[in-house]
T-cell receptor
Framework: GAVVSQHPSWVICKSGTSVKIECRSL??????MFWYRQFPKQSLMLMAT?????????EQGVEKDKFLINHASLTLSTLTVTSAHPEDSSFYIC???????????FGPGTRLTVL | DAKTTQPNSMESNEEEPVHLPCNHS???????IHWYRQLPSQGPEYVIH???SNVNNRMASLAIAEDRKSSTLILHRATLRDAAVYYC???????????FGTGTRLQVFP
């Protein structure tokens, strides 16, 4: 199946700093990418949908100024957690949609720990 | 909101078949049924999807009820590597979003 990568796989930062997470589709072009986060022992929660070249659409309750999403190319989307705080510590997972809507591939996730 | 209901957990012995049920009584005519699984500390992995007819692939089979209000994921011979959380998801054709529910945690015993 298609491959989606994330970088970094884990990051530890101090409270108040910003962290950028990259999501790449390695062998296909993804016009749409999705960002999820997952707290321990919970399910994935959709944060936002990003389409290449346009602004991301955020789910209700997700602060767009806190979680900046850029989808600058068909193979790269980035999520920046601005002024991170301990409550932002979570497992962040991206997914990329392939040629058809039924093809959606997930990255391995990025574990963010904010001290 | 997640539109599926699954048991919280199930158990199986290695090399036995496993039937994971999913209820989706509010499914619309255009909703696709997707199954993903997630191993600890990993992203979800695609398992199978279907619309109306039963589906088979190398990983599993998907049996869809005639009224489409429920479906069952079938692992024909469970292995220890199949231990994971299995998510049954209805894909909204209007938004293409995959909204995850709580899933079923499958334990496989040797």
């Amino acid at each position: 199946g298609a491959v989606v990568s994330q970088h970094p796989s884990w990051v530890i930062c101090k409270s108040g700093t910003s962290v950028k997470i990259e999501c790449r589709s390695l062998d296909f072009q993804a016009t749409t990418m999705f960002w999820y986060r997952q707290f321990p022992k919970q399910s994935l929660m959709l944060m936002a949908t990003s389409n290449e070249g346009s602004k991301a659409t955020y789910e209700q309750g997700v602060e767009k100024d806190k979680f900046l999403i850029n989808h600058a190319s068909l193979t790269l989307s980035t999520l920046t957690v601005t002024s991170a705080h301990p409550e932002d510590s979570s497992f962040y997972i991206c997914s990329a949609r392939g040629l058809t809507p039924n093809e959606q591939f997930f990255g391995p996730g990025t574990r963010l720990t904010v001290l | 909101d997640a539109k599926t209901t699954q048991p919280n957990s199930m158990e199986s012995n290695e090399e036995e078949p496993v039937h994971l049920p999913c209820n989706h009584s509010t499914i619309s005519g255009t909703d696709y049924i997707h199954w993903y699984r997630q191993l600890p500390s990993q992203g979800p992995e695609y398992v199978i999807h279907g619309l109306t007819s039963n589906v088979n692939n190398r990983m599993a089979s998907l049996a869809i009820a005639e009224d489409r209000k429920s479906s069952t994921l079938i692992l024909h011979r469970a292995t220890l590597r199949d231990a994971a959380v299995y998510y049954c998801i209805l894909r909204d054709v209007d938004t293409d979003k995959l909204i995850f529910g709580t899933g079923t945690r499958l334990q496989v015993f040797p």
